[in-house]
């Protein structure tokens, strides 16, 4: 009578238990909301950048139009009223607010549709009511930055525009940007999480 060896098993136990994978979920969730958020604050970034800029390209569009037309050529906030916030947006218009001749609009970029629907703010807490580019010597202290024959932006008295202008994203408003206009005409932009000192 021969007697067989046993036969060794071999575990055929495959897949995974429950407890594994609920917590592989979790930490799949985990940084998917990381990813999520950090995704989200790199396109507030980038949309923050895209209206900064925007706004001191038509500033210096709107000196080189007064140079070039040999006439006033103000960037104002959007829409007929003079205390107009700039989160509407701003407009190029031709003419000044001293005189009693209509603006006549030259090109505006509205901050209230498209892709930049409520997401780019005037940081209204960080400003003095004498920001803004808010001209105190103008009739009703409009908001404006002129320029007469390419010249440095002149307030209505005649002084040189000295002022700055923040913008902060709607989502993340700890993001901002100081848009900062020197005497001499030149721009600058400020990032206070970077340059803390600079933007004083």
Known sequence: MTIL???PTISTKMGFTLIEVLICLSMLAAMSAIAA???GQQIARSQLDEVSHAFIQDAHLARQLSRQ???TITLKPLGDSEFRDWSY???????AFSSEEPLKTLKQYPLQSGHLKGRIQVAHESLKDSQQFTDMSAPNKARHVSFESGKAALLNNGGFVANRIIW?????????RHLILG?????RICDPSKDHQKCI
Do not use: C, F, K, N
């Open 168 to 176: 902060q994203h709607a989502t993340y408003s700890e993001m901002q």
């Open 5 to 7: 060896a046993p036969i």
């Open 69 to 71: 037309m040999d006439q």
């Open 183 to 187: 005497p001499g005409g030149r721009w």
């Open 89 to 95: 947006g701003w407009e190029i218009v031709q003419g």
């Open 37 to 39: 958020h950090l995704y």
